[in-house]
């Protein structure tokens, strides 16, 4: 079993930033594929970003490219999402996720074993 807990979320105006993070425990954390997704009122949750367990793969969402980077830090067991330039379309819930080994389509939200608890992002017009 892995457990996540984000952190991070918050209420910001648009154009300002913010930093998610994850803690992930229970497996080795280098072993995990991690990645976000977001979910809004009345939407489908959806692929945010996400980073391969071995380094070699990094994809984000078209609507965040060049705004967001996700980055993991295997010292401290976490996973982080600077978000820049955020817009009201940003505000969700988002979500960390894992997947021991996983190394396939990163969008694919049924890949994934280990869900947090998820952080609400609200910004502001």
């Known amino acids: 079993q892995v457990q996540l807990v984000e952190s991070g979320g918050g209420l910001v105006q648009a154009g300002d930033s913010l930093s998610l993070s994850c803690a992930a425990s229970?497996?080795?954390?280098?072993?995990?594929?991690m990645g976000w997704f977001r979910q809004a009122p009345g939407k489908e949750r959806e692929f945010v970003a996400a980073?391969?367990?071995?380094?070699?793969?990094?994809d984000y969402a078209d609507s965040v490219k060049g705004r967001f980077t996700i980055s993991r830090d295997n010292a401290k067991n976490t996973v982080h999402l600077q978000m820049n330039s955020l817009k009201p379309e940003d505000t969700a819930v988002y979500y960390c996720?894992?997947?021991?080994?996983?190394?396939?389509?990163?969008?694919?939200?049924?890949?994934?074993?280990?869900w947090g608890q998820g952080t609400q992002v609200t910004v502001s017009s």
């Open positions: 996720a894992a997947s021991q080994y996983y190394t396939g389509n990163l969008h694919y939200a049924g890949r994934y074993d280990y």
């Open positions: 229970g497996r080795t954390f280098s072993t995990l594929t």
């Open positions: 980073l391969a367990w071995n380094g070699g793969n990094t």
